[in-house]
């Protein structure tokens, strides 16, 4: 996901198509309710979304998705995404950094420290694909020292490289490359879909490697298969893209599956998360944080100011949603159990 023409085609794509799952509780958040307690016993000013997530603190268990860098458009938007994410206190993750590995001049456009010091958690990212194209231990190594990203994610996106037309289809052996790599790159390390969610057999598969966390990108929310159809000019890519738009785990399913296979590592929520109630659900169903990325990034191609009222805006719900079940901190939340029924408060 980083050639210079295709990640701006991306971008482009990404902030003026309909992109996402059409259907409004696509991502099966819509069936869930949290129960209302009109005497919370708690004030509002007590609730805490505070938690630590890979041993940073951060004001609210969110991060700024995974997407960009590499083109200067990207960078601007790497800029203002990392800004707003700093004066939010929440994590922010890096796009692709594939770019950065045969031009390393790119470097610019993912290095957010500089502009954003105080960002209290930075991830960098690259496709585990990229382990069968060459990538190894060095280069990986570079791409982190280059950023100072406090963790790394490895993208696994088998479904985008076969819609797309140049994709890099050849994945396999990819489990037994990140066992050997994994441990030599000095920071924690998660892996992560794209949007399609981590099934029971992968959780299984990524429970034998030394990984600190997953990522789920379950579906509901951005589609890459839709995305990388629109780009394709082959009638036959067009179509299996638009078939597989909707292909995989739906992302509640997905956090449920990561949480009861993976015990003890991070799980981060993400895939159509778009207010702070579904922020909330994720986290009643297991996860450590959530992401979300298209969100932030259209907010972010308007100005910092727009990404910083748009994080601040899944915090106060995610607050509220707190405030009326009851739960002072994040760890009680983690404790409630939500019904099987329709929240009236998901988009028709
Ligand atoms: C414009 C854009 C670019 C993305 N690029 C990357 C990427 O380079 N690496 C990656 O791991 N995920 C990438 N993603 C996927 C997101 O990190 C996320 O998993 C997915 O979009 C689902 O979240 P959403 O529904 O909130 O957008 C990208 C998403 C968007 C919208």
Redesign the pocket.
Known sequence: ?ADLDRKDS??AL?LAERVEFTSAGASGFRELRFEHDALPEIDKDAVSTEVRLLGKRLAAPLVV????GGTPRAGELNRRLALAAEACGVAFAL??QRKMIGDPSTRGTYAVREAAPRLPLLFG?VGAVQLNYGVGVPELRRLIEAVGCDAF?F?LNPLQEAIQPEGDTRFSGLVSKLRAVVPELGVPVLL?E??AGISRATALKIRELPVAGVEV?GTG??SWSKIESLRTTDPVQRSTGELFARWGIPTPESIAICRSVLPDRVVIA????RNGIEVAKALALGADAA?????F?RAADESVEAAVLAIRRVVEELRTTMFVTGCRTIPELAQRTLLRAPDPTADE
Do not use: E
């Not at 993400?270 to 998360?273: D, K, Q, R």
């Open positions: 996901m991306h971008l990404c998705g995974a997407m960009t796009g692709s990212n994610f993208h992560k794209v949007g990108s929310g951005t993400s895939g159509g998360i992401a979300l990325a298209l969100p990034l």
